[in-house]
């Protein structure tokens, strides 16, 4: 896309958060569907899924002045490492499918608290900013604790969370563009 086009696409608030969701909710069917894919598979999967979803979140920091966050970019960053890093070394096993994954979502969630948390005295919407981060955390935590969970186990996990994650990136990207039209955003 040119720069006028991304720059259009992310004018409207929400419209970052939709786009996260919508891919996050094509990852998590297309890992559905493919319940018996290799790890390999999964691992370039997840890899394309984080890349993405970090370049969608450094790029809302540049095109939405306003609402900046070095949290977003932090969360981002992390997300196009995690990817790099999966797509590197794609011949990783269950247990180290499951420490990358889990890392990346430790920290991605706990980023995603603290963005909520420095929002909730402008963005309505906060709260579910604040579950998202809360659900992407607890995630992570459980993926650590348990990494030989296998891969099909890991798999409808991740399916799981990136679904559920992606509707409530959805619902929330819709209030903040009802709350745009009702109000100005960052107003005080």
Known sequence: ?????????????????????ALSIVFGLL????PSATAF????????????????????????????????????LISIAAGIVAIAWPGLTA??????????????????IVLALAARTFVRSWGIWLLIGLLTTVFGIVVLAN???????????L??????TGL???ASGIGLRKLAHTQPLYGH
Not at 6 to 20: E, H, I, N
Not at 53 to 73: E, L, N
Not at 95 to 112: D, K, N, P, R
């Open 1 to 21: 896309m040119s720069d006028t086009a991304d720059r259009r696409m992310f004018k409207t608030p929400g419209t970052a958060l939709l786009v996260r969701g």
């Open 31 to 34: 890992i559905l569907v493919l």
């Open 41 to 76: 598979v999964v691992v370039v999967m997840f890899g394309f899924f984080a890349i993405i979803d970090g370049i969608t979140s450094v790029a809302h920091y540049f095109y939405d002045p306003a609402g900046r966050s070095r949290w977003s970019v932090a969360g981002g």
């Open 95 to 112: 247990a180290a499918i499951g420490v990358l994954i889990g890392l990346w979502a430790l920290v991605l969630g706990i980023s995603q």
């Open 147 to 157: 990494p030989g969970l296998g891969l099909l186990g890991l798999v409808a996990m």
């Open 159 to 164: 399916a799981a969370f990136a679904i559920v």
């Open 168 to 170: 409530l990136l959805i």
